[in-house]
């Protein structure tokens, strides 16, 4: 009787990652480059899911930085000054961490994920900049699992009492 002239429900799915509390077990600073379009809005989306995250777009890499955000786009390495290759190579070579974002969305300057093997100056591909696995960034109602995505990919974990919940669960079907 509660949902009586409800043309739709919500389906909620026991342990969907858009409901469940994250957190980092220790500080996040990001490095976003400057030459990187479109990259600060992914830092702000992603801190404004997470608000303890930090991000700087300040060149050369700060020596706090955990992570380099790299945003994957039509526009990517395109700039003529090299400038993205080279923060990109310094964090290689510093063993930074990546967190490669693949936008998806055509109208934001989405392109196949094979692209950037065209794109990515050939050093940098083989000093294994794509060596961790990019998260698909999506628009309009998958973005909420995007996000999800994107902070576990920067070490973000359930809190420990979804954990249980979840496998609990899942262990009683």
Request: proline residues 5%; hydrophobic residues 45%; glycine residues 6%.
């Amino acid at each position: 009787p509660a949902y009586f002239g409800r043309a739709s429900l919500p389906l909620v799915l026991p342990c969907d990652v858009r409901h469940q509390s994250l957190h980092f077990q220790s500080a996040v600073k990001l490095h976003v480059s400057r030459a990187n379009p479109g990259a600060a809005n992914v830092a702000v989306e992603l801190q404004r899911e997470q608000p303890s995250i930090e991000w700087c777009d300040a060149a050369p890499l700060d020596a706090g930085t955990t992570h380099f955000l790299l945003y994957l786009n039509s526009q990517t390495f395109m700039d003529d000054k090299g400038q993205l290759a080279a923060e990109v190579a310094q964090a290689l070579a510093a063993g930074t961490p990546f967190c490669l974002v693949h936008e998806n969305d055509a109208e934001a300057g989405g392109v196949p994920f094979s692209t950037f093997f065209d794109q990515t100056p050939a050093h940098l591909i083989t000093s294994g900049i794509f060596s961790s696995l990019a998260v698909a960034w999506h628009s309009g109602q998958y973005r909420a699992v995007s996000l999800r995505l994107a902070l576990a990919s920067l070490g973000a974990q359930l809190e420990r009492k979804n954990r249980i919940d979840c496998v609990v669960q899942c262990m009683s079907r």
